[in-house]
T-cell receptor, first 110, second 110 residues
């Protein structure tokens, strides 16, 4: 079964501290993985995807197939990073369906 | 471009009432979908459509109907609202493996 697990509901860090938002997935094929972010009073938007191997707003995420993980990392958190973060998995179908994790609220304290 | 537009932003219903959540897009994207967002559950796919005249069920379709008569519109109908349908509803389109979300409809069923 396809599943995405984000074990932390809330992650609270101080400004300047490193951040790691955990994401584990269950999928038998070759997954595509994404991180979406929802800032306060804004729409959900794509943060990054593993196939692009990009760094957005200082965030990176590496797909680890051995550990079936796609953790989101940032070396120095900023207050404006406070938001809800969702990890999402797309299977091999052409339907475009994404399976989302439960979401993690990141709170960056001054 | 307005992108993905959802109306209304807020709605309160009584149990048993029916209503339609509207979703319109001006990006000419073929794929459209509806998600519901619940605390601790993440986003769950209700229904989706890969083009005009084609719809399919997602993860949690019960209690909801959809139709896709045009590329632009993808309304979500609640036939007989139940308190379990209290949620935030998001419409999204897909293009180049990226989901574009509407701003959401917050629905309360009393």
């Amino acid at each position: 079964a396809q599943r995405v697990t984000q074990p932390e509901k809330l992650l609270s860090v101080f400004k300047g501290a490193p951040v790691e938002l955990k994401c584990n997935y269950s999928y038998s094929g070759s997954p595509e993985l994404f991180w979406y972010v929802q800032y306060s009073r804004q729409r959900l938007q794509l943060l990054l995807r593993h196939i692009s191997r990009e760094s957005i707003k200082g965030f990176t995420a590496d797909l680890n197939k051995g550990e079936t993980s796609f953790h989101l990392k940032k070396p120095f958190a900023q207050e404006e990073d406070s938001a809800m973060y969702y990890c999402a998995l797309k299977g091999s179908s052409n339907t475009g369906k994404l399976i989302f994790g439960q979401g993690t609220t990141l709170q960056v304290k001054p | 471009n307005a992108g993905v537009t959802q109306t209304p932003k807020f709605q309160v219903l009584k149990t048993g009432q029916s209503m339609t959540l509207q979703c319109a897009q001006d990006m000419n994207h073929e794929y459209m979908s509806w998600y519901r967002q619940d605390p601790g559950m993440g986003l769950r796919l209700i229904h989706y459509s890969v083009g005009a005249g084609i719809t399919d069920q997602g993860e949690v379709p019960n209690g909801y109907n959809v139709s896709r008569s045009t590329t632009e519109d993808f309304p979500l109908r609640l036939l007989s609202a139940a308190p379990s349908q209290t949620s935030v509803y998001f419409c999204a389109t897909l293009w180049q493996r990226k989901l574009f979300f509407g701003s959401g409809t917050q629905l309360s069923v009393l």
